[in-house]
């Protein structure tokens, strides 16, 4: 797959790259190719679980001190705090 970008009449050369870049961007040629060049094995079915696990003791726990007055609504829980959630 190639991607052909022509200089158009009284277009700079900053112009072309951005068009170009775009171009490739939208067609997710980089987003293949990284894809192929670095294998990412895919989790087990024992992961997933755990991960989603985690996820939603860390929901639970924000919600609890967003309730408390402890967070506001788009605040992230600190680390040291998240590291004492996922420990239990």
Avoid: H, N, W
């Amino acid at each position: 797959m190639s991607i052909e970008v022509r200089k158009k009449d009284k277009e700079t050369t900053a112009s072309l790259l951005r068009r170009f870049s775009r171009k490739v961007q939208q067609s997710r040629i980089l987003v293949l190719a990284k894809s192929v060049r670095f294998y990412k094995k895919p989790k087990s079915k024992r992961q997933t679980q755990e991960s989603a696990l985690k996820r939603e003791q860390i929901r639970r726990e924000r919600q609890k001190l967003i309730k408390a007055g402890l967070l506001e609504e788009k605040q992230l829980i600190p680390r040291e705090q998240l590291k004492k959630i996922l420990r239990k």
